[in-house]
């Protein structure tokens, strides 16, 4: 990498890092330091051929969400998930309540696999369409379908307490679109 | 509220919680490239390279007087394994190849902002089969037929190897040097020696501000090599200099802050790796005069601990993934074709088609870092465990418990 690659890098670093890390972080399952050598690696590599990338930040993203679900690959450990203390009591019984569900559902999140959290994250949190996630991780359709199924069937397994408060019966309940272009495998 | 709304919530609540990359944060990545390029020639440098099939005829030392012993006296050929032992106690071997040695690497703060990266070494002793502690030596390269094995004392760059009788646990010859030694390794055929010499230590490691972790000092120190005849003693130094990109990471002629040199299986040549240039690796001749890449060299991958096979004509690869979680590439020599087998990292050739690999268990929770040896064959699914698992170290780079490195020879 020449001098203007090198500044070029660092700019890119400089302007991205803390959104590309909301997103290394919630794949971790909330661990900010492993949130932060995800990152890491797929920085790393991306500088490896850092000026012949179009695209820098669709680049860096791909990298981040294969690498969680190959995890071999990563220095990770599995830590104890530190999550914010619970609002106090006062604030209203229904937000607490609901910032109380929040912790729960974080909780069970980072209990689940790699892969799991991964389809998840990219589903609800970067908003993805079901073929858009499937191109990312490489893999069909079908297969990001049944992977979200099960992810959400695992989190009530691991969080009873979202049964407990009213939740059981979600599976009836019409969820919501987020996949408008519908692309069979 | 369903549950997919209240996760689509959960995560935009946790990911706004996130305080921003903090300054450095670019920097602090150049690092890990660098510290990973660091790792990776570490290990190879301590590996005895790979075995030959046929058994070859080693310079036993004995008071200076030149005994030629063959090593094919060893007999056993078949496989030792201790799949409990980790570290190992007992000998370890496979085919023609043995864990002669390991070294559990320690990282040594002298500051906040320095270190030294130092190795404690276990040799195998020949008459027990166990591994004992040897901490009065920095580096060790053991010689096929591990009856000697060449060491540094702690202090790096050394001025003098010594020359240690595995059977008897004493240096039988120094060889006193003018250039400091800080990387040894032993030809295919045990009769030379070469010693990689540089100005500094090249084990030392500095924190750059913003970083969290190591990176070897740069630029790095090395200033050449010599070649000695393990039966005399003798031998002369050639230098080598650095490229004038040497100390830029991204530059093509950057070198690690430890880049060791060792021969080519023939003996022809001398070869070190060179971690970010599109070859990957240089190559000398026996004076230092740098050589384009042998015809069948074309594949040989540094940082793949096995190197070549004993008969020259596969190559050990990267990891591969595909047909299994973990596996590698075996890499035909002279056509590149590449072949995929068992094992994570190739370590060193117990045959012609069989390696001793690194591998992690079964399970899709299984660390990276949380390995085990195993032997691994070409055209077999299967793979035989040879050692327990080595800790996972964690994120951690400077926590090296339960960590250990293995150093092969042909026995």
Same mark, same amino acid.
């Given at each position: 990498?020449?001098?203007?690659?090198?500044?070029?890098?660092?700019?890119?670093?400089?302007?991205?890092?803390?959104?590309?890390?909301?997103? +290394?972080?919630?794949?971790?399952?909330?661990?900010?330091?492993?949130?932060?050598?995800?990152?890491?690696?797929?920085? +790393?590599?991306? +500088?490896?051929?850092?000026?012949?990338?179009?695209?820098?930040?669709?680049?860096? *993203? *791909?990298?981040?969400?294969?690498?969680?679900?190959? #995890?071999? #690959?990563?220095?990770?450990?599995?830590?104890?998930?530190?999550?914010?203390?619970?609002?106090?009591?006062?604030?209203?019984?229904?937000?607490?309540?609901?910032?109380?569900?929040?912790?729960?559902?974080?909780?069970?999140?980072?209990?689940?696999? +790699?892969?799991?959290?991964?389809?998840?994250?990219? #589903?609800?949190?970067?908003?993805?369409?079901?073929?858009?996630?499937?191109?990312?991780?490489?893999?069909?359709?079908?297969?990001?379908?049944?992977?979200?199924?099960?992810?959400?069937? *695992?989190?009530?397994?691991?969080?009873?307490?979202?049964?407990?408060?009213?939740?059981?019966?979600?599976?009836?309940?019409?969820?919501?679109?987020?996949?408008?272009?519908?692309?069979?495998? | 509220?369903?549950?997919?709304?209240?996760?689509?919530?959960?995560?935009?609540?946790?990911?706004?919680?996130?305080?921003?990359?903090?300054?450095?944060?670019? !920097?602090?990545?150049?690092?890990?490239?660098?510290?990973?390029?660091?790792?990776?020639?570490?290990?190879?440098?301590?590996?005895?390279?790979?075995?030959?099939?046929?058994?070859?005829? =080693?310079?036993?030392?004995?008071?200076?007087? !030149?005994?030629?012993?063959?090593?094919?006296?060893?007999?056993?050929?078949?496989?030792?394994?201790?799949?409990?032992?980790?570290?190992?106690?007992?000998?370890?071997?496979?085919?023609?190849?043995?864990?002669?040695?390991?070294?559990?690497?320690?990282?040594?703060?002298?500051?906040?902002?320095?270190?030294?990266?130092?190795?404690?070494?276990?040799?195998?002793?020949?008459?027990?089969?166990?591994?004992?502690?040897?901490?009065?030596?920095?580096?060790?390269?053991?010689?096929?037929?591990?009856?000697?094995?060449?060491?540094?004392?702690?202090?790096?760059?050394?001025?003098?190897?010594?020359?240690? !009788?595995?059977?008897?646990?004493?240096?039988?010859?120094?060889?006193?040097?003018?250039?400091?030694?800080?990387?040894?390794?032993?030809?295919?055929?045990?009769?030379?020696?070469?010693?990689?010499?540089?100005?500094?230590?090249? !084990?030392?490691?500095?924190?750059?501000?913003?970083?969290?972790?190591?990176?070897?000092?740069?630029?790095?120190?090395?200033?050449?090599?010599? =070649?000695?005849?393990?039966?005399?003693?003798?031998?002369?130094?050639?230098?080598?200099?650095?490229?004038?990109?040497?100390?830029?990471?991204?530059?093509?002629?950057?070198?690690?802050?430890?880049?060791?040199?060792?021969?080519?299986?023939?003996?022809?040549?001398?070869?070190?790796?060179?971690?970010?240039?599109?070859?990957?690796?240089?190559?000398?001749?026996?004076?230092?005069?740098?050589?384009?890449?042998?015809?069948?060299?074309?594949?040989?991958?540094?940082?793949?601990?096995?190197?070549?096979?004993?008969?020259?004509?596969?190559?050990?690869?990267?990891?591969?993934?595909?047909?299994?979680?973990?596996?590698?590439?075996? =890499?035909?020599?002279?056509?590149?074709?590449?072949?995929?087998?068992?094992?994570?990292?190739?370590?060193?050739?117990?045959?012609?088609?069989?390696?001793?690999?690194?591998?992690?268990?079964?399970?899709?929770?299984?660390?990276?870092?949380?390995?085990?040896?195993?032997?691994?064959?070409?055209?077999?699914?299967?793979?035989?465990?040879?050692?327990?698992?080595?800790?996972?170290?964690?994120?951690?780079?400077?926590?090296?418990?339960?960590?250990?490195?293995?150093?092969?020879?042909?026995?």
């Amino acid at each position: 990498m020449n001098a203007e690659g090198l500044e070029s890098f660092r700019d890119f670093v400089d302007n991205r890092s803390s959104a590309l890390l909301k997103t +290394a972080v919630l794949l971790c399952g909330g661990d900010l330091y492993a949130g932060e050598d995800l990152l890491q690696n797929a920085l +790393a590599k991306a +500088a490896g051929r850092w000026q012949r990338i179009d695209e820098p930040e669709a680049y860096v *993203r *791909r990298i981040l969400y294969r690498q969680q679900v190959s #995890r071999w #690959r990563l220095k990770w450990r599995r830590r104890e998930v530190s999550v914010a203390e619970p609002p106090e009591a006062g604030a209203g019984a229904d937000a607490a309540a609901a910032a109380e569900l929040r912790l729960v559902m974080r909780q069970a999140l980072s209990r689940l696999t +790699a892969r799991q959290r991964t389809v998840l994250v990219l #589903r609800y949190f970067e908003d993805l369409p079901e073929a858009d996630v499937a191109r990312l991780l490489g893999c069909s359709v079908g297969t990001v379908r049944s992977t979200t199924h099960r992810s959400l069937a *695992r989190l009530r397994v691991l969080a009873p307490e979202l049964a407990a408060l009213g939740l059981a019966d979600v599976e009836l309940q019409p969820s919501r679109d987020y996949s408008p272009v519908e692309v069979r495998p | 509220m369903n549950v997919e709304e209240l996760l689509h919530d959960a995560l935009r609540e946790q990911a706004a919680e996130q305080p921003p990359a903090g300054p450095g944060f670019a !920097d602090r990545v150049l690092a890990v490239r660098r510290r990973r390029r660091n790792r990776r020639i570490a290990s190879v440098a301590a590996a005895t390279a790979a075995v030959v099939a046929m058994a070859v005829a =080693v310079p036993l030392l004995d008071s200076g007087k !030149d005994d030629v012993r063959p090593s094919g006296v060893v007999e056993q050929k078949g496989v030792k394994a201790h799949p409990s032992q980790s570290p190992p106690r007992d000998l370890i071997a496979a085919g023609n190849t043995a864990l002669a040695a390991y070294y559990v690497p320690n990282m040594v703060k002298r500051s906040a902002t320095e270190a030294v990266d130092e190795r404690s070494y276990w040799l195998l002793d020949q008459k027990t089969g166990k591994y004992v502690k040897a901490p009065q030596w920095s580096i060790v390269a053991v010689a096929p037929g591990m009856k000697t094995a060449a060491v540094l004392e702690k202090t790096l760059p050394a001025s003098r190897i010594g020359l240690l !009788d595995l059977t008897t646990g004493k240096v039988v010859r120094w060889i006193q040097v003018d250039h400091g030694v800080a990387g040894l390794e032993f030809s295919h055929d045990g009769r030379k020696l070469v010693a990689t010499t540089y100005g500094g230590n090249p !084990d030392e490691a500095v924190k750059p501000k913003g970083s969290n972790g190591w990176m070897g000092k740069q630029p790095s120190s090395r200033t050449g090599f010599y =070649v000695f005849d393990v039966g005399s003693g003798k031998g002369s130094w050639s230098e080598v200099k650095l490229g004038a990109d040497a100390s830029d990471i991204m530059g093509a002629g950057f070198i690690n802050s430890r880049q060791d040199f060792s021969l080519t299986r023939d003996g022809r040549y001398i070869w070190a790796g060179s971690p970010v240039g599109n070859i990957g690796k240089q190559f000398w001749d026996l004076t230092g005069a740098a050589m384009p890449v042998p015809g069948n060299q074309k594949y040989l991958d540094w940082s793949v601990e096995a190197l070549d096979s004993p008969s020259g004509n596969l190559v050990a690869g990267g990891f591969a993934g595909k047909k299994w979680h973990t596996s590698s590439y075996v =890499v035909d020599a002279t056509t590149g074709k590449k072949t995929e087998i068992r094992g994570q990292q190739l370590l060193a050739w117990a045959d012609d088609k069989t390696l001793v690999a690194w591998d992690i268990g079964k399970g899709a929770k299984e660390s990276e870092y949380h390995q085990r040896l195993v032997l691994v064959a070409i055209g077999s699914g299967k793979e035989v465990p040879l050692s327990g698992f080595r800790k996972d170290s964690g994120t951690n780079p400077d926590n090296s418990s339960g960590r250990w490195e293995p150093v092969f020879a042909e026995r």
